[in-house]
């Protein structure tokens, strides 16, 4: 049986609610978190803590605990439900209110945390690649509802994944404003040029923590890698493409918008960032049980 810590207890999961009054539930009012545990360890918990409590900062969002607190209450949902191999969803929602919008009537914040077992999300599209598709639906402009924040609000997303599934596509490919490019429906997009491997500033997209750990080993293992600006024309003309993401890990693509990438195959680039990656999630991270 599935366990689920909701405000200090662990409870079966048919039994976790929250009110119909919690704004969370009414207004998408919250922040949460997506978090892998890989072989009885957690990969960069501490780094996606601070973000949890980082998009609670931005919508002054009190978290009703620590971060020391917040790590320990997720590494004891997993010992609760012996789980090693683990995708882990903590969230924090604004709490029981009225049917206003105020965000002064909800006392108290609750804090959820889910996990569960969790294998390859894209099944074996990792070996042949993701057909990736570009959708009408625009990421939300950092002056709306700022990407960085990772809030409870994820219509946009979703609508671009609706679009994506519609079209035919396993991944959208979300343009900003400017017709630049963003991210995918749940991941940040890499591009691979004459060499070089190209990303998009995190103005416009999520500041992955995935994405920066491929950077850390792209750079160690001597790829040249540059933020800028992209569009469709980098995607269509790239030598290899692939997404990152907590849920997604490193997923090449090869085909864009009807577009073969490359070779049509995952690059070799993209292979060798997908198995350091493999490797940097089995040897590292915060150990589950002691």
Same mark, same amino acid.
């Given at each position: 049986?599935?366990?689920?810590?909701?405000?200090?207890?662990?409870?079966?999961?048919?039994?976790?609610?929250?009110?119909?009054?919690?704004? &969370?539930?009414? +207004? *998408? /009012?919250?922040?949460?978190? $997506?978090?892998? #545990?890989?072989?009885?360890? !957690?990969? @960069?918990?501490?780094?996606?803590?601070?973000?949890?409590?980082?998009?609670?900062?931005?919508?002054?969002?009190?978290?009703?605990?620590?971060?020391?607190?917040?790590?320990?209450?997720?590494?004891?949902?997993?010992?609760?439900?012996?789980?090693?191999?683990?995708?882990?969803?903590?969230?924090?929602?604004?709490?029981?209110?009225?049917?206003?919008?105020?965000?002064?009537?909800?006392?108290?914040?609750?804090?959820?945390?889910?996990?569960?077992?969790? &294998?390859?999300? +894209? *099944? /074996?599209?990792?070996?042949? $690649?993701?057909? #990736?598709?570009?959708?009408? !639906?625009? @990421?939300?402009?950092?002056?709306?509802?700022?990407?960085?924040?990772?809030?409870?609000?994820?219509?946009?997303?979703?609508?671009?994944?609706?679009?994506?599934?519609?079209?035919?596509?396993?991944?959208?490919?979300?343009?900003?404003?400017?017709?630049?490019?963003?991210?995918?429906?749940?991941?940040?997009?890499?591009?691979?040029?004459?060499?070089?491997?190209?990303?998009?500033?995190?103005?416009?997209?999520?500041?992955?923590?995935?994405?920066?750990?491929?950077?850390?080993?792209?750079?160690?293992?001597?790829?040249?890698?540059?933020?800028?600006?992209?569009?469709?024309?980098?995607?269509?003309?790239?030598?290899?493409?692939?997404?990152?993401?907590?849920?997604?890990?490193?997923?090449?693509?090869?085909?864009?918008?009807?577009?073969?990438?490359?070779?049509?195959?995952?690059?070799?680039?993209?292979?060798?960032?997908?198995?350091?990656?493999?490797?940097?999630?089995?040897?590292?991270?915060?150990?589950?049980?002691?």
């Amino acid at each position: 049986m599935n366990l689920i810590y909701l405000n200090g207890k662990f409870v079966p999961a048919e039994q976790a609610a929250v009110s119909v009054f919690d704004h &969370g539930f009414l +207004y *998408g /009012d919250g922040v949460f978190e $997506g978090i892998r #545990a890989y072989g009885g360890r !957690v990969f @960069r918990l501490e780094d996606h803590v601070q973000r949890l409590f980082d998009s609670a900062k931005a919508i002054l969002l009190c978290v009703p605990m620590s971060q020391e607190e917040m790590c320990e209450a997720i590494l004891e949902t997993l010992r609760k439900n012996n789980l090693r191999d683990a995708y882990i969803r903590p969230i924090v929602t604004r709490g029981f209110g009225d049917l206003g919008l105020d965000p002064n009537k909800c006392s108290l914040a609750s804090v959820i945390i889910i996990a569960v077992e969790w &294998g390859a999300m +894209y *099944g /074996d599209l990792y070996e042949v $690649g993701l057909t #990736a598709i570009s959708v009408a !639906v625009r @990421r939300n402009a950092p002056d709306t509802v700022p990407p960085n924040i990772k809030s409870l609000n994820y219509l946009n997303n979703i609508l671009a994944k609706i679009e994506a599934n519609v079209k035919g596509g396993n991944e959208a490919i979300i343009l900003d404003s400017r017709g630049l490019l963003s991210e995918g429906s749940g991941d940040n997009i890499f591009v691979i040029k004459g060499g070089k491997i190209y990303t998009p500033f995190t103005v416009n997209n999520l500041k992955g923590i995935t994405r920066e750990a491929v950077m850390e080993l792209a750079k160690a293992g001597g790829n040249e890698i540059l933020e800028r600006d992209l569009g469709l024309f980098d995607l269509y003309t790239a030598d290899e493409v692939f997404v990152t993401g907590t849920a997604a890990e490193v997923a090449p693509v090869t085909k864009v918008d009807g577009r073969v990438v490359g070779d049509g195959k995952p690059g070799k680039v993209t292979k060798d960032l997908m198995a350091a990656f493999k490797e940097l999630t089995m040897t590292t991270g915060t150990t589950i049980f002691k």
